[in-house]
């Protein structure tokens, strides 16, 4: 692509989600978009990889809030459903509990009203109750905590942000609050275990996040055909039509910063490539530690709460087990224990909790005719350097007590079909993306690291210098990312004066 001096010239350091997004929203603009990306591809966390004719999205699996993917389409001239194939999944989620177990989770109401009854009488009429004052939530949230881009304290501690926080139920935590709607155990974990998405134990997290489980029953969970990996190869190729260049295998050594600016980049070969504005999509806490001159606010960065990593066996097998649906939740052990292993002590408990995607059986493209491609997580603490932690004990530990858990399920035969076995563990999520301590999900979301005490999308210092992605405000998660691309995009051209900022 040939190069136009007279733009104004943007770096983007890294091709996540929202660094692809921001490059995209920006080169829309005019400007002359530069994406630097260390690995040989873009997406970080929302990967894919593919071995042995077997594919497997690497990070993000779940897609939900259709609305926030398709306001990003909508940003950048496009239509999504010109790009993506969406398909409902229904049941959402197949949960099955310590003791056995098994609950399917649906938005057909008729079903999830004898489901739940058969667990505890009168749940139903107060699952109605919890997910219409969590529609409510969402409601609140989107506009005012998520979606706006906190600029001053005053914006954030005021009288009606103090109405707001007890409106969304900020200061109350979710476990708490699921105990007023459900007495049983199982329906308490049914409707709180999502928080791990957001690298957070729901006996630490806001109840606000009980939104969470109204997106997925009222608005779905959806799968595009082609995997997750497809939302960034799609936006990938928008981006490359917009005008914005990728290189590869390119990663980033410094930003190179003079007074209140910085002026550009370095690249490990010593290349400098000079900017008019840097957006640094690599995660924020590796930004401030590897590529700025300031400890001490690399220091106050590393000193916030990290969110949990995870251990990873991506398996290819010969065979296929139809007891799994696409997205399936093991909750073993003690429930509340189990979070604290792993937030509290930052290691992974005996009896982990695990989750297989099992995305074949809505799209056989992913393994070769008859195979199965299971994704299967199990969220465990970060790195620790204060603490000795045993990874590979750990990934053996869990390898086996997913097999022996599934065999109490029926499922006898795994081990003997296993074709294809790749494993990750929290130090292959830092080295590969540069993810501070490995923690998958960045900075946590406790409510002291929320809208306005959450790293802002800009540096405070350098005024050219923009913040984008998951330990960023909004936050984590691909939706949310896609909503920090929106934010930095528009600060961009505020700051540069421009009338014509993007919705
Ligand atoms: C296991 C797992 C499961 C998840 N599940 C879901 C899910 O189901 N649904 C969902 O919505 N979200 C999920 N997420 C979260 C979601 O994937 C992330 O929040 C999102 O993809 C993060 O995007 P990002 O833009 O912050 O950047 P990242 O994905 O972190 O990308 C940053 C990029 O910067 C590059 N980089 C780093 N350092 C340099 C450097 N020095 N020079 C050049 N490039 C550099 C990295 O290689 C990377 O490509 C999951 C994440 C993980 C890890």
Request: with cysteine; net charge neutral.
């Amino acid at each position: 692509m040939q190069n136009n001096p007279d733009k104004p010239q943007v770096i983007v350091i890294g091709a996540g989600i929202g660094g692809i997004a921001t490059a995209a929203r920006l080169a829309r603009t005019g400007r002359q978009v530069t994406v630097l990306e260390k690995c040989e591809k873009t997406g970080g966390r929302c990967g894919r990889m593919r071995v042995d004719g077997y594919t497997f999205d690497t990070g993000a699996t779940i897609f939900m809030m259709p609305d926030l993917y398709a306001r990003t389409f909508a940003d950048l001239g496009e239509r999504m459903q010109d790009h993506l194939d969406l398909r409902r999944i229904d049941p959402t989620y197949h949960l099955t509990f310590p003791d056995g177990l098994q609950l399917q989770l649906t938005s057909d109401m008729q079903q999830m009203r004898s489901r739940l009854e058969a667990i505890e009488t009168g749940s139903f009429e107060r699952m109605l109750h919890y997910l219409s004052e969590a529609g409510h939530i969402y409601d609140l949230s989107m506009p005012k905590m998520l979606g706006r881009d906190f600029r001053s304290l005053s914006e954030f501690i005021n009288p009606r942000m103090l109405l707001l926080f007890l409106q969304v139920k900020a200061l109350t935590r979710h476990t708490s609050y699921v105990r007023r709607f459900f007495k049983d155990p199982r329906l308490q974990m049914a409707f709180t275990f999502q928080d791990m998405y957001m690298g957070l134990s729901p006996f630490e997290s806001p109840a606000t996040y009980s939104l969470m489980q109204y997106t997925e029953l009222a608005e779905g969970l959806w799968y595009p055909m082609g995997g997750m990996y497809h939302v960034t190869e799609v936006l990938t190729a928008i981006a490359e039509k917009l005008g914005v260049h990728f290189r590869y295998n390119a990663p980033v050594e410094k930003i190179l910063v003079e007074g209140a600016r910085a002026t550009g980049v370095q690249l490990a070969d010593g290349q400098v490539i000079p900017a008019d504005t840097v957006v640094a999509n690599a995660d924020l806490g590796y930004v401030y530690r590897n590529l700025l001159p300031d400890a001490s606010e690399a220091d106050r960065i590393d000193r916030k709460e990290y969110g949990c990593s995870t251990i990873m066996f991506y398996l290819g097998l010969d065979k296929q087990y139809p007891q799994l649906g696409p997205h399936n939740l093991f909750l073993c052990g003690d429930y509340r224990r189990s979070f604290e292993d792993i937030f509290r002590d930052t290691g992974m408990p005996d009896e982990p909790n695990f989750y297989i995607h099992a995305p074949v059986r809505l799209d056989p493209s992913m393994a070769p005719a008859g195979h199965d491609t299971w994704y299967v997580a199990v969220p465990v603490g970060h790195i620790n350097s204060k603490i000795s932690q045993d990874w590979p004990r750990m990934q053996a530990h869990a390898r086996a007590f997913i097999l022996q858990r599934l065999a109490r399920l029926g499922l006898t035969d795994v081990a003997e079909h296993i074709r294809t076995e790749v494993s990750f563990v929290p130090r292959d999520w830092q080295e590969r993306y540069n993810l501070p301590f490995g923690s998958t999900h960045g900075l946590s979301h406790k409510l002291t690291q929320m809208a306005y005490l959450r790293p802002h999308n800009r540096h405070s210092r350098y005024h050219n210098l923009y913040f984008v992605g998951a330990s960023t405000h909004p936050g984590t998660g691909v939706p949310t990312v896609l909503i920090s691309a929106g934010l930095a995009a528009r600060r961009i051209l505020e700051d540069a004066g421009r009338e014509e900022t993007p919705p």
